[in-house]
């Protein structure tokens, strides 16, 4: 597990994560997206080494099935 390449990932923001949703839309770090009925954010996991979508009940949606999730908002951007 590469804790350093974690919190520099975090840093970084809303980065593109060269994946889309179902619907086309580019997703970034830190990208709120719906999957199967429920809430996860877009962040890189230190143990898969990938972006994931994560959710506060600790499931996560791995980058494959990123694309079919729905885009709602990103959490940094400005």
Same mark, same amino acid.
């Given at each position: 597990m590469n804790i350093s390449k974690f919190q520099q990932t975090l840093k970084q923001g809303a980065i593109p994560i060269n994946q889309q949703d179902r619907n086309g839309i580019g997703l970034r770090q830190f990208d709120e997206v719906h999957y199967q009925e429920g809430s996860y954010i877009i962040i890189w996991h230190p143990i898969e080494?990938? @972006? #994931? !979508?994560?959710? =506060?009940? !600790?499931?996560? %949606?791995? @980058?494959?099935? /990123? =694309? $079919? #999730?729905?885009? %709602? &908002? $990103? /959490? &940094?951007? &400005?």
């Open positions: 080494e990938e @972006f #994931v !979508g994560s959710s =506060a009940t !600790g499931r996560c %949606v791995s @980058f494959s099935d /990123l =694309a $079919n #999730v729905t885009y %709602v &908002k $990103n /959490l &940094k951007r &400005k």
